[in-house]
């Protein structure tokens, strides 16, 4: 199982990294639009959908993404980046506002209609920011998402060793208030590296990437709760030795567009200092 799980990673990373900085932004667009989609297709899972409702939720969501396809076609770029920092904003208050305390209270929406929703809403939020930052600059996303899986392995392997205060037992039983530390410190460590290499001169790098690292605990700890309320272990099997796209991109989900809206405020705040 562990050769096979090393075997897919680097296969993946080998089509992510050409893939992000050789393809053009429509082919990029065209293939994350498909995987954001296998990721809905997952959460339906959570949702316990049958077929037939599973078909159609595709559907009108495939529907939706072609139409902003389209947008981001005949009317650029300018207007689909305007229509992404909305939803930036309302998956950012609802990551940092609405997740903690649900999460604090272990309670969740009732409604398979309103969680529809909100998957349909998450993961356009992740498709749409998975667009915008290969076009702002593909080394942003890949800051993002590396440390989202650098957070992940370090929390694993310091809750492993040091773990002995749960983190949410009732929803994750496995993570520890130490892992989470672990994965701060590392995440620390990977933030003095970027800074220091100069790539990025603002000691907001270092605020910047701790909240990347909550929201992506958020973010895992969040679809956990799904998968342990509809009794699943994995949300699917694409991946051999990983099990679904979703859990391996549960802590991108909310990190790409709070990360991205932190980025943009930052950049806003700069610019307006400048004055």
């Known amino acids: 199982m562990l050769k096979t799980r090393i075997v897919t990673a680097v296969i993946l990373l080998g089509l992510f990294l050409p893939a992000l900085f050789l393809l053009p932004l429509l082919a990029w667009a065209l293939i994350m639009l498909g995987l954001s989609l296998v990721c809905l297709r997952e959460w339906s899972g959570f949702l316990q959908f049958n077929r037939v409702q599973t078909t159609v939720y595709l559907a009108i ?5 072609v139409i902003l396809l389209f947008g981001l076609l005949n009317l650029g770029f300018h207007w689909f980046f305007y229509q992404s920092l909305q939803v930036f904003a309302l998956a950012s208050l609802f990551w940092l506002l609405i997740v903690p305390v649900a999460l604090y209270f272990n309670i969740f929406f009732n409604s398979a209609f309103v969680n529809a929703w909100v998957g349909a809403g998450l993961m356009l939020s992740l498709w749409m920011a998975l667009v915008v930052a290969k076009a702002v600059n593909p080394y942003v996303l890949l800051v993002i998402i590396s440390t ?7 929390a694993y392997f310091a809750g492993k060793q040091f773990g002995r205060h749960k983190l949410a037992p009732a ?3 496995g993570k520890t208030w130490e892992g989470v530390l672990g994965a701060l410190i590392a995440v620390t460590g990977y933030a003095g590296i970027v800074y220091g290499s100069g790539w990025v001169a603002t000691g907001w790098i ?3 990437l701790w909240l990347v690292t909550v929201v992506g605990i958020y973010g895992d700890l ?3 709760f799904f998968k342990r309320r509809a009794n699943l272990k994995d949300s699917g099997q694409f991946l051999p030795g990983h099990g679904g796209l ?3 991109v549960d802590g991108v989900v909310p990190a ?5 809206c ?3 405020w930052f950049h806003f705040c700069a610019q307006a200092h400048s004055f």
């Open 222 to 224: 969040f679809e956990s």
């Open 256 to 260: 790409l567009p709070v990360g991205l």
């Open 246 to 248: 979703l859990d391996r």
């Open 206 to 208: 270092f605020p910047g």
């Open 61 to 65: 969501s495939s529907l939706a993404g």
């Open 148 to 154: 989202i899986w650098l957070a992940d392995s370090a």
């Open 171 to 173: 929803i994750s039983p």
């Open 262 to 264: 932190l980025l943009f």
